[in-house]
């Protein structure tokens, strides 16, 4: 670095202190004037922190903020002295430190890691986002709350004409910038999005336009907070895990020894946990002989008191022992020996949750009916835009998820309630609460050789389109 350029950052970063410093006293009544707008960046942050976690926020003032979000142990960081009095005096329940972002000094790891509207003050991003590598864990989620660079003529007349606060000249960073410093630094973002379109508590207007018209496609582009996800590159410690893979099994009697000769070694351990579901056949009875037939394999049996899929997968992740989680279909559409492609995705960090996706590779002629396939590739652009993921196939009967992710997610299964039978949504959405990386695996989808479907095209159908009425209620629109 020369001279020169040594000057300009420390007039910079001196610029910002003797800002931050002289706001310190005035930011709490600044911002209960705009206390809509604020507020509705901790309602969104929350919607994603769980109540358990270690929450970091950096750049956080005077702790408003920090102090209404979600998390167990709350810490909060700020280069202005003053600012970090005032946090301490209101509220001393929470770890307050004084420091520069681009030389951390704490030693813990932390859950999630929150840096609204900060960005712009940093003289050196890039140092910022390497530093946070000392309080990040392989698991930890990092949120960055900024202003939308559309938006910058707008927000500098209103420092012209007072309504809001004036400030320092900021970086006014773009998506991609963004990605790439955090890409460079040894992070990967996996979900962004935008909310906002208008900053102030117009009663009805800004209901109206914040809740539902700002979050459709286009227009979204338009709203004044950007939010950006990301997470750490570096895989996990490597090391074998073991797996549970319960295979509901309704009316399939002819396929269960299938799934056990068919079935991949993988992992530290196996266990297999086939659920019967009400069936007709002898499923039931096929299903008892297996422990004994198969004495290599580490098999439990049981059978569902409720109906549906979903309370045949509930019921056997309840019984499980693994370290992961799986689902196998018994109609085996989805072969045996793709498993452990999804153990390994992840195990290696590629994602949080891996869910098949059979709109990849070309099918076998009668795998899935031509009505089927078009009702999968409609919900599949529905939910990818309701998720902010990409989600190209959510009916695909191949699910895989830590069981301390699903213990987590169970927790939170009552923000959703009880509403899907087949269990594939349930997961999805608990995933997509938890904050976890969604990946698509792509598989090659199967015909059936024993039994028929028990999917109806139809009714089934209209139970989807409330699913989508569902999650949008619950995430696009929440």
């Not at 003050?121 to 991003?125: E, G, H, K, S």
């Not at 864990?137 to 004036?166: A, C, D, V």
């Given at each position: 670095m020369t001279q020169t350029e040594h000057k300009l950052r420390s007039k910079r970063r001196r610029d910002f202190f003797d800002h931050f410093e002289k706001l310190a006293p005035a930011l709490e009544k600044y911002r209960k004037r705009y206390a809509y707008f604020w507020n509705d960046i901790v309602r969104y942050c929350n919607y994603f922190i769980h109540e358990d976690d270690s929450v970091l926020e950096i750049g956080c003032a005077t702790g408003d903020m920090l102090s209404k979000m979600n998390g167990k142990k709350k810490t909060g960081i700020d280069f202005s002295p003053k600012m970090i009095e005032i946090a301490?005096?209101?509220?001393?329940?929470?770890?307050f430190y004084i420091q520069d972002a681009e030389d951390l000094d704490l030693d813990e790891k932390f859950d999630t890691i929150v840096l609204s509207h900060v960005t712009g003050?940093?003289?050196?991003?890039l140092n910022v986002f390497n530093s946070l590598t000392s309080v990040?864990?392989?698991?930890?989620?990092?949120?960055?709350?900024?202003?939308?660079?559309?938006?910058?003529?707008?927000?500098?007349?209103?420092?012209?004409?007072?309504?809001?606060?004036?400030?320092p000249r900021q970086n006014w960073l773009t998506k991609k910038d963004l990605q790439t410093f955090l890409y460079i630094a040894g992070y990967e973002t996996y979900r962004s999005t935008r909310r906002v379109l208008v900053?102030?508590?117009?009663?009805?207007?800004?209901?109206?336009?914040?809740?539902?018209?700002?979050?459709?496609?286009?227009?979204?582009?338009?709203?004044?907070?950007?939010?950006?996800?990301?997470?750490?590159?570096?895989?996990?410690?490597?090391k074998e895990y073991s797996t549970t893979i319960v295979i509901p099994a309704r009316n399939e009697s002819g396929n269960l020894e299938n799934a056990l000769k068919r079935m991949p070694a993988f992992g530290k351990r196996q266990e297999i946990i086939f659920i019967e579901g009400n069936s007709t056949d002898d499923t039931w009875s096929q299903m008892q002989q297996l422990p004994s037939k198969y004495p290599q394999w580490d098999?439990?049996?049981?059978?569902?008191t409720g109906k549906g899929k979903g309370d045949a997968v509930r019921k056997g992740f309840s019984l499980a022992t693994?370290?992961?989680?799986?689902?196998?279909?018994?109609?085996?559409?989805?072969?045996?020996?793709?498993?452990?492609?999804?153990?390994?995705?992840?195990?290696?960090?590629?994602?949080?949750?891996?869910?098949?996706?059979?709109?990849?590779?070309?099918?076998?002629?009668k795998a899935m009916r031509m009505l089927n396939l078009l009702g999968n590739k409609f919900f599949s652009i529905m939910?990818?835009?309701?998720?902010?993921?990409?989600?190209?196939?959510?009916?695909?009967g191949t699910k895989v998820i830590f069981k301390n992710d699903y213990e987590k997610l169970i927790k939170n299964r009552s923000f959703f309630g009880e509403f899907d039978p087949f269990g594939d949504y349930d997961l999805i959405f608990g995933a997509y609460k938890l904050n976890l990386k969604i990946v698509d695996l792509p598989i090659r989808y199967r015909e059936r050789v024993y039994g028929d479907t028990n999917i109806s095209r139809f009714s089934h159908g209209f139970l989807l389109l409330r699913m989508v009425g569902h999650a949008a209620r619950k995430i696009k629109f929440y």
């Open positions: 301490k005096t209101n509220f001393p329940e929470i770890n003050y940093f003289v050196d991003v990040c864990h392989s698991r930890t989620r990092i949120i960055i709350n900024y202003y939308n660079f559309l938006w910058e003529p707008m927000l500098i007349f209103g420092e012209f004409i007072g309504i809001k606060q004036k400030s900053p102030v508590n117009i009663p009805i207007i800004s209901w109206l336009l914040n809740k539902f018209i700002g979050r459709l496609p286009l227009i979204n582009n338009l709203c004044l907070n950007q939010y950006m996800f990301a997470r750490p590159l570096s895989t996990l410690p490597e098999i439990k049996i049981d059978q569902q693994g370290d992961i989680l799986m689902i196998l279909d018994a109609d085996l559409t989805v072969p045996p020996e793709d498993l452990p492609s999804f153990y390994y995705a992840l195990t290696r960090n590629k994602g949080e949750f891996i869910n098949g996706s059979r709109l990849v590779y070309p099918m076998e002629k939910f990818s835009w309701l998720l902010e993921q990409n989600i190209k196939d959510t009916l695909c």
